[in-house]
Nanobody, 123 residues
Framework: QVQLVESGGGLVQAGGSLRLSCAAS????????MGWFRQASGKEREFVAR????????YYADSAKGRFTISRDNAKNTVYLQMTSLKPEDTDVYYC????????????????WGQGTQVTVSS
C-alpha cells in the first residue's frame, strides 16, 4: 500500500510557474507508475501526465505537452510536476496517483491517491 501527500500548490499569475511534489510512504514507491491528474469542481478528474517506474518514460495529455514536466526521485520517494507558462484554465485541484498499470491514463486504473493540492492561476 502507498500513501501519497501532495504539496506545492498555490496562487500564481498567468505565465508563472509552480512545482508540485508528491511524497510517497513505503519502500515500494519505485515499483509504481505514477501519474498526475487535475479536477475542477463539478468536473471529471482529468489525466495530466504519467511517469514510468524508473522515470525513463513519460506521457502527457495534450494540454500539458510543452509546458509541464513530470519527474521522480526514487531515492526520495517523490514525484514532481513542474508547471510553466501557466494559464487561468490550469486552475484546478491537482492529484498524484500510483498504479501498477504502466499505460494507465484513466482514474479508475490508479489504485492510490493523494488528497490533492489547489493550484490557482490568476489572469
Amino acid at each position: 500500500q502507498v500513501q501519497l501527500v501532495e504539496s506545492g500548490g498555490g496562487l500564481v499569475q498567468a505565465g508563472g510557474s509552480l512545482r508540485l511534489s508528491c511524497a510517497a510512504s513505503g519502500s515500494t514507491f519505485s515499483t509504481y507508475t505514477m501519474g498526475w491528474f487535475r479536477q475542477a469542481s463539478g468536473k471529471e478528474r482529468e489525466f495530466v501526465a504519467r511517469i514510468s517506474q524508473s522515470g525513463a518514460n513519460t506521457y502527457y495529455a495534450d494540454s500539458a505537452k510543452g509546458r509541464f514536466t513530470i519527474s521522480r526521485d526514487n531515492a526520495k520517494n517523490t514525484v514532481y510536476l513542474q508547471m510553466t507558462s501557466l494559464k487561468p484554465e490550469d486552475t484546478d485541484v491537482y492529484y498524484c496517483a500510483a498504479t501498477r498499470n504502466h499505460i494507465a491514463t484513466i482514474p479508475y486504473e490508479f489504485a492510490y491517491w493523494g488528497q490533492g493540492t489547489q493550484v490557482t492561476v490568476s489572469s
